[in-house]
């Protein structure tokens, strides 16, 4: 009988072990995907405030926008809503693996780039 309740403990107490030892294994997967996905959104936001940078260069520059911006991130698309005289309306999108991102900016073209609106969508 002892020997007996001495295996019930010892199968109990592994069965415990092989318990947390699967819970922690799972939380850290789960963890370790989070990690990734979220390296992956920043990535394709750095790239969107690339691109956003290169456009407001290139309308100061050349008063003009190209339909894509190439930058070493990669690139976005531009998509012109208005632009009449000196104020411009345009919309800049990235598409990656995780997610696509969208910005809508406003400006007015003067001596200075005056940005009036600066919205993520």
């Known amino acids: 009988m002892k020997g007996m309740a001495t295996i019930i403990t010892v199968i109990i107490l592994g069965a415990v072990m092989v318990l947390i ?11 370790g995907q989070t990690t990734v996905t979220e390296t992956k959104v920043k990535k394709n936001q750095t790239l969107l405030d690339a691109c956003a940078e290169e456009s407001l260069i290139t309308i100061n520059k050349d008063n003009t926008l190209p339909s894509t911006i190439t930058t070493t991130l990669g690139s976005c698309n531009i998509t012109i809503n208005s632009q009449v005289g000196t104020s411009w309306n345009f919309n800049l999108g990235t598409s990656g693996e995780m997610s696509s991102l969208e910005l809508n900016i406003v400006l007015n073209r003067g001596p200075t780039i005056a940005i009036s609106n600066w919205n993520d969508q």
Request: charge should be negative; hydrophobic fraction near 25%.
């Open 21 to 31: 030892g699967t819970t922690m294994t799972l939380t850290s997967i789960s963890e």
